[in-house]
């Protein structure tokens, strides 16, 4: 009998739930609470106009974070994530970075630079061989 998982299929399935979901619970945190994490965020950092950006940012954050939880265009659904985790940069640790240092800003950006790894590691490996995409190649190669 075949066991559900083996060890070589981890990596890619663990990578793309924690991807996944992180950015998922992020764009769904948007619309739930638009004033510390969406709009009212958005305006604070001087991204205009707010309210376009936060829900539109949102909406990507969730339909690319499904995708990539499943396994759909893997590869892709991770590319708008990591020009958002680049923006995510610019506005909030590079400012970080120019008025409190380097240290300062590498604490407060860990979780940013975890992501974009973690999306960089999508993008040239492909989301593993429990996924949606590699479901539909192998039955197209048969």
């Known amino acids: ?3 559900l ?3 070589g299929e981890y ?3 663990l990578i793309r739930l924690t991807v996944g979901l992180v950015f998922l619970s992020e764009g769904v ?3 739930i ?3 510390t994490l969406g ?4 305006e604070k950092l001087g991204i205009h106009p707010a309210g376009f950006w ?6 990507f954050e969730i339909v690319c974070g499904i995708l990539i939880v499943i396994g759909l265009f893997t590869r892709l659904a991770a590319v708008p994530l990591l020009v958002i985790m680049g923006v995510a940069f610019v506005t909030t640790k590079w400012p970080l970075l120019l008025d409190k240092g380097l240290w300062p800003m590498l ?3 860990r979780t940013d630079f975890s992501m974009t790894m973690l999306l960089v590691f999508l993008i040239i490996y492909g989301g593993g061989h429990r996924y949606v995409d590699f479901i539909r190649y192998a039955k197209g190669k048969n």
Request: positive net charge; hydrophobic residues 30%.
């Open 1 to 3: 009998m075949r066991k």
């Open 39 to 42: 709009s009212g965020r958005f």
């Open 107 to 109: 604490h407060e950006g």
């Open 29 to 31: 945190q948007k619309f």
């Open 54 to 59: 936060a829900p539109f940012t949102g909406a």
């Open 33 to 35: 609470y638009p004033e």
């Open 5 to 7: 998982l083996h060890a």
């Open 11 to 13: 990596p890619g399935l």
